[in-house]
Structure formats: C-alpha cells, structure tokens
C-alpha cells in the first residue's frame, strides 16, 4: 500500500489530474466528490477546489454540476501528457548546446521569475554559469523548438535563445556534468522497480486501495518524466529511461481501469491507507 511518504494530493491536484490525463474529458461533480473523498477531502473542500478551479479559468461548467477543462488547463493537460511520447521528439547529438542568457532579466517580479524557472527546468536547461543556461542540442526541432516551448511555457519573448558550440575545455566538461548529481539513471530504476512491485499487488488490493496506491506511484513517476531533461547518450542511457517509461505506460492503462471501476462503483471510500 501507499505510505505517508507518497503524499496526498489536494482536491485541486487530483481533479486537475483526472481531467488533465486524458481520463475522463467531462467530470461530473458527483464524481469529483467520490474521487476527493479517497484522499479524506470532504464534500465542502471539493466543492470550494471546483469553483476555485473555474475562476481559475483551468476549468468550466458544461452543464449543471458537469465540468471540463478550460484554455489553460487544455495547455496544461498537453504538458502533461507529452510524457508518452517524448522519446519520439529526440535525435542524436552531435555535441552542440542550446543555449539561452537571462542574467539581465528582473528577479522582482515573482510570478515572471516563477514561469522562467519552471520553462528552464521542463526543458531540461541548467546554468553553466551566472544566467548561462544550456543542454545538449538534441530535440529533433532544433533550437527553434526549444525557443518555441520556452516562450509558450513563460520563458520572456525578448530573451536569446541560440545553439553553441566548442565551448573551451573546461566549461565543456562541466557541461557535461551538469545532470550528475540528478543520479537520472538511477531514478529511472528505482521508479520502474516501484511500479513493478505495485502492478503485482494492485490485484490483491480493494479497489481504494488500488485506486490511491496506482494515484500516487502513478503521479510521482509522471512528474518524474516530465521533467525529465530527456539527455542524449553518453550523458545517460536513454535505454533505461525508456524502459522506465514503457513500464509507467503500462501502468497507467491499469490505473485507469482501477480508477474507471471505483468512480462508477460509487462506493463510500473507508480512511486513507498509510501502512507500508
């Protein structure tokens, strides 16, 4: 079962999820409940997380208690699922660096700050140094990808974005070990080795149980993978984040069929779970 140490989403996280995931495109309020309550969130909580979602605009009202996804959570739902098939937008490296320089920019706006950060962080960037960052030129658009994402994630439009190359020795090398102390390749065995692990007891569980535990496992790898700076070889072995991410496929098919068969059991959910 899942632990105290996996975390329990907010009603917010969790119906973002359901909806954002491809899951179910229209969710009724009924539902949400049903789904909030196997976390412990009351009725009133899922009830204040919705109309905070739809003022939010993530979310909108298709009818009387029936809600989907608005423009920015429709923006939001395809970062998330890019996951799936985010190998298929890499090439090989030649060894150039996609480069982008935002020492000159304003750190007083923190919401500004906040997007640039998170849009260096989903594109796998680092600083090499002082508001120099770079990763390897391996999308298979080019710089001109990269720079489209990072402006469409909150990256400021004046900012230059550029491909580099023959750094001098010494900046090249730390380049290339910029992800190290991330320990990605272990990560990627240590989460497959997880959902291996869960896929084997899901059967024997409840259907709550199943549900919090494919919930949890399932969320920690996604966020795993999207952020994952999607590295090319000699930098790591794509080989094993690509199992990782066949095996979270695979996983993610049987925790919808778990979550499908709770949502429409309609069952009252009993205490959440914490024992190992």
Request: positive net charge; aromatic residues 6%.
């Amino acid at each position: 079962m899942i632990s105290p140490a996996d975390g329990v989403p907010t009603p917010r996280q969790l119906l973002l999820r359901i909806l954002a995931s491809g899951f179910d495109s229209h969710l009724e309020a009924s539902r949400a409940t049903r789904a909030c309550a196997l976390f412990g969130h009351s009725q009133n909580n899922t009830r204040v997380a919705l109309n905070r979602l739809q003022s939010a605009g993530l979310i909108e009202s298709v009818g009387r208690g029936i809600y989907r996804l608005g423009a920015p959570g429709r923006a939001l739902a395809a970062e998330i699922i890019a996951w799936r098939d985010a190998e298929s937008l890499l090439r090989d490296w030649s060894g150039g660096w996609v480069v982008t320089v935002t020492g000159a920019l304003a750190r007083s706006d923190r919401k500004a700050l906040r997007a640039r950060e998170r849009a260096l962080a989903l594109l796998g960037l680092c600083e090499l140094d002082s508001g120099l960052f770079v990763r390897p030129d391996n999308f298979a658009g080019g710089v001109a990808f990269v720079r489209q994402r990072l402006q469409a994630l909150g990256l400021e439009s004046h900012v230059p974005v550029f491909l580099a190359s023959e750094f001098d020795a010494g900046r090249e090398e730390r380049a290339r070990g910029l992800w190290a102390d991330a320990q990605l390749e272990a990560g990627y065995a240590e989460g497959q080795r997880r959902l291996e692990a869960s896929s084997q007891r899901l059967a024997s569980l409840t259907v709550e149980d199943a549900a919090r535990e494919a919930y949890c496992l399932g969320d920690q790898a996604i966020r795993r993978l999207v952020f994952d700076p999607l590295l090319p070889a000699p930098l790591v072995n794509p080989v094993a984040r690509q199992a990782f991410r066949e095996t979270m496929r695979r996983y993610d098919e049987a925790g919808r069929r778990i979550w499908q068969r709770y949502l429409d059991s309609g069952a009252e959910p009993s205490g959440l779970a914490t024992a190992p």
